[in-house]
């Protein structure tokens, strides 16, 4: 028969709800330092984030219609002319094409502002379900944004609206973006400026220095420290 195990002379019988009955108190203080907590899961949980992603690509998506509205309407326009055997631009030197890339490109970072910093306002946290998801949305928006309004603008026939305004009448040239690197500017933006904010405002870590035995407690009270 074996005597029971009895914890060091040294050790006193009670250990402040510690769970290791042999372990030492810290030499500095005298006390044992306190019991780890269970581990908490942070965050809605995966499957919320991907329904929240989802939702977020969606709707970011169709904002798209808004940009392609507003690029219509407030793009310069191209001037063609006909002399009932082909078509030529008007002004030859004029600089509507480059200001129809460029109006779509600013309309895209004010897009990309705004849509970032609603996001962030909805759900103030990061996280990579939802950063990927702005940044898809975005990208998809704009290229609705493009389509819908290339479909909105003057027709795409150039020869039959020709035919049918007639010899030296002047009219709209279809809407097109040549520079397609526009498409980015939406995209670009909004992860800015989410990232931003979420680096500004967003959730922070707790403070490791709070958890220890020898930093404050969470109630205001610091431990004794060894002088």
């Known amino acids: 028969m074996t005597a029971p195990l009895t914890p060091p002379p040294h050790q006193p019988p009670h250990n402040n709800g510690n769970s290791d009955p042999w372990q030492a108190p810290d030499p500095m203080t005298g006390h044992l330092p306190p019991a780890p907590a269970a581990p908490q899961e942070d965050g809605p949980g995966l499957r919320a984030e991907l329904r929240e992603a989802v939702v977020v690509t969606v709707g970011v998506a169709v904002v798209g219609l808004a940009l392609g509205a507003l690029w219509l309407w407030l793009a310069p326009r191209v001037p063609l002319v006909s002399d009932a055997s082909a078509v030529y631009l008007k002004d030859t030197e004029g600089e509507q094409a480059i200001g129809i890339d460029g109006t779509f ?17 909805w759900r103030r946290r990061g996280g990579v379900p939802l950063v990927v998801a702005l940044a898809v949305g975005s990208l998809l928006g704009g290229v609705l944004a493009w389509r819908f309004g290339v479909w909105l603008g003057p027709t795409q026939n150039v020869a039959a609206h020709a035919k049918e305004v007639g010899k030296g009448v002047v009219f709209d040239a279809p809407l097109e973006l040549n520079a397609k690197g526009a498409l980015l500017a939406w995209p670009l933006a909004a992860l800015v400026v989410h990232l931003g904010l979420t680096g500004l405002f967003g959730p922070r870590d707790p403070d490791p220095y709070f958890a220890t035995p020898y930093g404050p407690q969470h109630d205001g009270s610091a431990t004794p420290t060894a002088p």
């Open 105 to 121: 490109a600013l309309l895209g970072l004010a897009f990309g502002v705004v849509t970032g910093a609603a996001v962030f306002l």
